[in-house]
């Protein structure tokens, strides 16, 4: 069983050189051991003295740094982890969303294949470079005003209650965010090619009788699962079935279009000039994989997190060496 303690080191493991995690491990666990056998003796519970031997030691990213012993001199080490956990999630929302906006309106302009990737490169480079520098700035600046981690935990210290769960049924409030954005960017996409990029749009109007307004309401359908997901904070077999259904209805209806060209404008397409590559073989081409891979691909991982979770079994903690065993009671 994965208790309050492993969840705890695991959280410093992340953060420390893995040639070192296994000395920390023992020695961390002694240390806490220690300390709460200390406090039992002293007449308190066991679960209390966890407690209290946790919220003693403290943040444990900020151990982490003291176990390897990392210098931060632009930001101090009371804002350095809050510096990267936004940076992080930073990254992982606004560079996939710049990537995706700029290889479409690169498209939509008539702009060849090679510089749409080389537009990708550049925008993908520019925007990371700048994301980490005003996020850098930022905090640089909240070190020398004095604002610190008190008023970034809006007055509240650090307790236990801040470990991350680490269990594998329960999907975060990131991931939720990750499962939103998908839908509503593909609406926001289908509605803005039509009526606002350009004046010929990427789509095939005549679809707009039936199969982008049911593209709409599947793709609102999803937003509806990922909500239902994170608040039954599991992951089951009636979640795969319901996963895989959206999947289908999206996929097939898609990859049909495709294949009976139904699916590009073919006035759009007609203003590409590939020169000798054929735009539409191309275009239909990479959709279809791109759809059916990634359809198989989330059907699968979808079943095999429900099938784990129903049996109990171990799942990798990232970055830390450790398994997860069982939810904790």
């Known amino acids: 069983m994965t208790t309050l303690i492993d969840r705890y080191v695991y959280t410093v493991l992340r953060r420390v050189p893995e040639q070192q995690r296994t000395e920390i491990d023992r020695e961390l666990r002694t240390s806490i051991e220690d300390a709460v056998d200390a406090r039992v003796d002293g007449g308190l519970t066991r679960d209390t003295a966890i407690e209290q031997t946790l919220t003693e030691l403290g943040d444990p990213d900020r151990l982490a740094d003291g176990y390897s012993d ?9 804002l ?24 479409v309106l690169d498209a939509i302009d008539g702009a060849g294949f090679g510089e749409i990737i080389g537009g990708v490169i550049s925008g993908l480079i520019t925007v990371g470079v700048n994301l980490a520098f005003w996020v850098t700035a930022v905090f640089a600046i909240l070190e020398r005003t004095g604002i610190g981690r008190t008023e970034l935990r809006k007055g509240r210290a650090w307790t236990p209650d801040d470990l991350p769960s680490y269990e594998p ?7 939720l965010a990750g499962n939103l954005l998908w839908p509503v960017l593909v609406i926001a996409a289908l509605v803005l090619q039509q009526f606002t990029f350009t004046d010929v749009p990427v789509l095939d109007p005549d679809n707009w009788t039936f199969w982008w307004p049911f593209v709409i309401v599947v793709m609102l359908l999803e937003c509806a699962y990922a909500v239902w997901l994170y608040r039954s904070r599991g992951w089951t077999h009636t979640a795969t079935v319901v996963n895989a259904v959206l999947g289908l209805l999206f996929a097939v209806p898609m990859i049909w279009l495709l294949s009976s060209e139904q699916f590009f ?3 759009w397409i007609a203003t590409l000039d590939w020169g000798t590559v054929d735009p539409l073989s191309w275009l239909t081409g990479i959709s279809i994989i791109i759809l059916a891979l990634g359809t198989v691909w989330d059907i ?8 784990r979770a129903r049996r109990g079994l ?11 065993s069982r939810p904790l009671g």
């Open 70 to 78: 990392r210098p931060h001199y632009l930001i101090g080490p009371e």
């Open 80 to 103: 350095y982890p809050h510096w990267r956990r936004l940076l992080t999630m930073l990254s992982w929302i606004v560079l996939p969303i710049v990537i995706t906006v700029m290889a």
């Open 169 to 175: 049924g329960f999907l975060t409030l990131g991931q």
């Open 265 to 267: 404008n073919p006035a």
């Open 300 to 307: 699968v991982e979808t079943g095999v997190r429900a099938e």
């Open 314 to 324: 171990p799942t990798p903690v990232p970055g830390t060496g450790a398994e997860f």
